[in-house]
């Protein structure tokens, strides 16, 4: 039995991952539960946003690196990342006016607002895929290593080493500052706490004189701001590939749903059940199981519940299983 | 103050104002009176900006307002309160109050940031304003509590306190009297008096109990059918015939005369 080396393959291979796994899907969770709470719609678009906004910020990275602009060991994309936020929010606004404030006017139904919500994710998909193709992108860069496997053991002398990425470090540091930024906005100051009124109470927040246009508008600035650098987090974590963040819909509503719809506290719960319970429910347990049984017990097989090709049945378990039991969420939220 | 030519609002075929004509004098405490489903309420929506009117206009000190979104309202000292209180309910009963004075600094993002000082010591303001308005309507030990928490009775009062918030012109109180007990009505009747009184705020109150009418309003208006049947002193509208009849209906009226000529 080998309790140490069995701690450091279980953060090496599951803690880590999952914690900055959890971090990218809160924070996108983040966005979707203040559309949710403020516009007060499930925003199907969110997904392709965070490819725009990544994708925005790939090409100024690019364009920096040709430029011979770095950021030294940490990724150049932190750099980019103001543009990308920048020109999501502008992309957002324009569709607000464009296409959402319509609907906003005539008091649409939140069920119509979804299937509007529908039609943006597929333009904005098809400008994605347009403008940077549907191949993967690496644009990772700096140092790859913030601690690596075999640093690892000579410094403690372990068999098992532990390896923490560059991006997994910075994901988990920005994931951070952008919460602690985020709940400080809707807490303490005067636009915060008129978002809080106005998910709140609609109808009180017009009678106090509160403007809906200017809630509107940071709440879509918000919204870019997260979206884009949870992207930015995820590309630079795993890779690029405009239909892999398609697919990040499922989890990040699964966070946002667990979590209860409109609450931010929620949302970032909410992710991080998610991200564990995937990696956790796909890790071969195989290495850590070793460690701990005597020889005699260890097992034959890899101990993996299920392959990662079934990732996303995870998530959509767990919402199914919280829309039964618990339909407002861990932090009771809207009923969905 | 406020003068309604002729308003319409009609909801598919139900006309729920069906041409209601009527003026709102400055300085008095207007009372709106009549059975359920006489259009009261959507009157209110109406002129609060709610709901846009099917036709017909509203004037505010000679200034057209028809149809104007709420918040712009609240910017011209128009206010209303709801039948069933309205709260932020997250938020403190201090800060539901705080939410209220509109355009703080601390809403531009540039001076959430960069003024920080500016921007506290407005709040600073406002927080002892607030802790004044709750003082007065003598509910400032329940300021640090959820606003979710309190009892029906003391949101009509929060309700009112933020009417206080800012120097307001013209009030709509939708029945703030609705399940109060007596003596908190009698609390809210004379926050009432003292508001229009001291700061000279016009009021327009929907009420079902016949008697807060009688001590705070004059005059009185009647509704019945989306129309505005009478108007006068409480006396002079009690005992107009048509009102009776729009109350008890034609049946129940004659009856009830009957009865007096005979008793």
């Known amino acids: ?336 | 103050m406020i003068v309604v030519e002729n308003l319409h609002k009609h909801f598919g075929g139900f006309h729920a104002v069906d041409g209601a004509s009527l003026e709102i004098r400055k300085g008095s405490i207007t009372g709106l009176i009549g059975p359920n489903g006489a259009g009261k309420t959507t009157l209110f929506n109406v002129i609060a900006g709610r709901y846009q009117p099917t036709s017909g206009r509203v004037l505010m000190a000679g200034e057209d307002i028809t149809g104007l979104p709420p918040h712009e309202l609240f910017g011209k000292g128009l206010l209303r309160t709801f039948q069933i209180a309205h709260e932020f309910g997250s938020m403190t009963v201090r800060e539901n109050l705080m939410m209220v004075p509109a355009l703080q600094s601390g809403e531009r993002l540039w001076n959430a940031w960069f003024r920080r000082g500016a921007v506290a010591a407005e709040e600073a303001r406002i927080r002892d304003k607030a802790d004044e308005v709750l003082e007065f309507l003598t509910i400032s030990h329940l300021a640090d509590q959820k606003a979710s928490q309190i009892s029906g009775g003391q949101k009509k009062l929060l309700e009112l306190g933020r009417t206080m918030m800012v120097d307001a012109k013209i009030v709509f109180l939708d029945e703030v009297g609705a399940g109060v007990n007596r003596t908190l009505l009698n609390t809210i009747g004379d926050a009432i008096v003292r508001l229009n009184q001291e700061r000279g705020y016009t009021f327009c109150v929907i009420e079902h109990d016949m008697d807060f009418i009688a001590r705070l309003c004059d005059p009185v208006i009647v509704m019945a059918e989306g129309k505005v049947l009478a108007q006068g002193t409480v006396d002079e509208v009690k005992n107009d015939e048509r009102v009776i009849e729009a109350y008890l209906g034609t049946g129940l009226k004659n009856k009830v005369k009957e009865e007096a000529a005979h008793g």
């Open chain 1, 1 to 336: 039995m080998d309790i140490l080396n069995a701690l450091v393959a279980f953060l090496n291979f599951v803690f880590i991952p999952g914690l900055a796994y959890g971090s990218q899907l809160a924070l996108g969770a983040l966005g979707v539960t203040l559309i949710y709470g403020i516009l007060r719609f499930s925003n199907f678009a969110h997904g392709d946003t965070m490819a725009f906004g990544t994708m925005v910020t790939i090409l100024v990275t690019w364009w920096f690196q040709s430029m011979g602009i770095g950021f030294g060991p940490l990724p150049t994309a932190l750099l980019a990342l103001p543009f990308g936020i920048a020109a999501t929010a502008a992309l957002l606004l324009l569709t607000d006016r464009a296409v959402y404030r319509f609907y906003r006017k005539q008091k649409a139904a939140p069920t119509i607002l979804v299937i509007v919500s529908l039609g943006v994710m597929f333009v904005m998909n098809g400008i994605v895929r347009l403008i940077i193709g549907v191949e993967d992108q690496n644009f990772a860069d700096g140092a790859r290593f913030l601690i690596t496997a075999g640093d690892f053991k000579t410094m403690t002398g372990l068999t098992e080493g532990l390896a923490i990425k560059t991006t997994q470090a910075v994901t988990v540091v920005t994931a951070g500052l952008t919460v602690a930024f985020l709940f400080w906005f809707l807490q303490k100051t005067r636009t915060g706490k008129s978002m809080r009124a106005f998910s709140d109470n609609e109808d009180l927040a017009l009678l106090s004189g509160i403007n809906p246009d200017r809630v509107v508008q940071v709440t879509w600035i918000l919204a870019a701001a997260m979206a884009t650098i949870a992207g930015v987090l995820y590309g630079l974590d795993k890779s690029f590939k405009p239909f892999t963040y398609f697919q990040l819909l499922l989890p990040i509503f699964a966070a946002a749903i667990v979590g209860g719809l409109g609450s931010p506290l929620g949302a970032i719960a909410g992710g991080f059940v998610i991200a564990f319970s995937e990696v956790m429910v796909t890790y071969a347990w195989k290495k850590v199981a070793t460690y701990l049984l005597p020889d005699s017990m260890a097992p034959d097989g890899l101990l993996q519940l299920m392959s990662t090709d079934y990732k996303f049945a995870v998530s959509f378990s767990i919402l199914i299983l919280v829309l039964i039991f618990m339909p407002t969420g861990l932090f009771k939220g809207k009923s969905v």
